[in-house]
């Protein structure tokens, strides 16, 4: 595998050659989204793209230290004091995968995490893009620990419409936290929602 020393030194443990991670749709930018900063590491496209669908349409679990291996350590400097909030997927979906997509990438490199949302039934892509905006999909679990006076960030794979990580938002703005960062792996670059006001 071709890998420029300077990134063994970055990375110790390179999962890409050089030729695959020039083909990564890189797109670092922090911009606000729903009232907070949110960090976005790709466009929804190409090689990495094709990489997310493989680990969660065809259920290649091996992928999941993939996806945050490029902002490691960023992660550590950035949000080292930080508890992630994965946003869920539905109950259904989970068990049709047999794994929570977003739970696998954080504890392929240990970042500590809290299950505090849940989602309801039903598939997001299924449900008409106004239903979306009137209808609740995102709840507090019953299981939820108290995030009082924790630094949180919440993290999801794509930024489409943005209701659900908007909605999950909103759950945790009603804690009592630290403050509250967005981390999202892939912007499908849906503006119209950054025109909706929160």
């Keep these: 595998?071709?890998?420029?020393?300077?990134?063994?030194l970055v990375e110790r443990e390179p999962l890409f050659?050089?030729?695959?991670l020039a083909q990564m749709a890189f797109d670092f930018k922090i911009r606000r989204f729903a009232g907070v900063n949110v960090l976005f590491v790709f466009s929804y496209s190409g090689f990495i793209k094709d990489l997310l669908l493989q680990y969660k349409e065809r259920l290649d679990i091996a992928l999941a230290p993939i996806f945050?291996?490029?902002v490691r350590p960023l992660l550590k400097t950035l949000f080292r004091k930080h508890v992630f909030v994965?946003?869920?997927s539905?109950?259904?979906?989970?068990?049709?995968r047999g794994f929570s997509h977003l739970e696998e990438m954080l504890k392929a490199w240990n970042i500590p995490f809290v299950n505090f949302l849940e989602?309801?039934?039903?598939?997001?892509?299924?449900?008409?893009?106004?239903?979306?905006?009137?209808?609740?999909?995102i709840n507090k679990s019953a299981k939820?620990?108290?995030?009082?006076?924790?630094?949180?960030?919440?993290f999801d794979d794509v930024l489409t419409?943005?209701?659900?990580?908007?909605?999950s938002l909103a759950i945790l703005k009603g804690e009592k936290t630290k403050g509250i960062w967005g981390l999202v792996l892939m912007d499908n670059h849906f503006d119209r929602d950054l025109r909706l006001k929160s």
């Design 86 to 88: 994965p946003v869920p």
């Design 119 to 137: 989602k309801r039934g039903g598939v997001q892509k299924e449900n008409a893009f106004l239903e979306r905006y009137s209808s609740k999909m």
């Design 90 to 96: 539905t109950r259904e979906k989970e068990e049709m």
């Design 68 to 70: 945050l291996s490029f």
């Design 161 to 167: 419409s943005g209701e659900t990580f908007r909605q």
């Design 144 to 154: 939820a620990v108290s995030l009082e006076k924790k630094r949180i960030v919440l």
């Design 1 to 8: 595998m071709k890998v420029k020393p300077i990134r063994l």
């Design 17 to 20: 050659c050089d030729d695959c």
